[in-house]
Nanobody, 124 residues
Framework: QVHLVESGGGLVQPGGSLRLSCAAPENIVSIDTMGWYRQAPGKHREMVAT????????HYSDSVKGRFTVSRDTAKNTMYLQMHDLKPEDTAVYYC?????????????????WGQGTQVTVSS
């Protein structure tokens, strides 16, 4: 089993910033794709951003493009979501996911893995 650990959520005023982190276990040597989804109360989970291994071909939902930036630190096995100019409609539980994980022992996990979620609340 692979556990992704998220951190960085909280309460912020409109126009503020937050940075979310998602850490994979140390025995993971590479991850094909990582990303962030979010789910607001009463709504479906939606994709926020994705980033492949190497970090070159990122994708964002139209609602966050230009305000959010996804990045990866391969050495730390950690992905980040820098969020600026936050709006009340960004309020949601944010989940990170990882797909295509290779362990140091050579085992390849094809299954998607999800973090436990971190709450982001944008309110004055």
């Amino acid at each position: 089993q692979v556990h992704l650990v998220e951190s960085g959520g909280g309460l912020v005023q409109p126009g503020g910033s937050l940075r979310l982190s998602c850490a994979a276990p140390e025995n993971i040597v590479s991850i094909d794709t990582m990303g962030w989804y979010r789910q607001a109360p009463g709504k479906h989970r939606e994709m926020v951003a994705t980033i492949p291994d190497g970090g070159a071909d990122t994708h964002y939902s139209d609602s966050v493009k230009g305000r959010f930036t996804v990045s990866r630190d391969t050495a730390k096995n950690t992905m980040y979501l820098q969020m600026h100019d936050l709006k009340p409609e960004d309020t949601a539980v944010y989940y990170c996911f990882a797909q295509g994980l290779l362990t140091s022992s050579g085992y390849y996990y094809q299954t998607d893995y999800w973090g436990q979620g971190t709450q982001v609340t944008v309110s004055s």
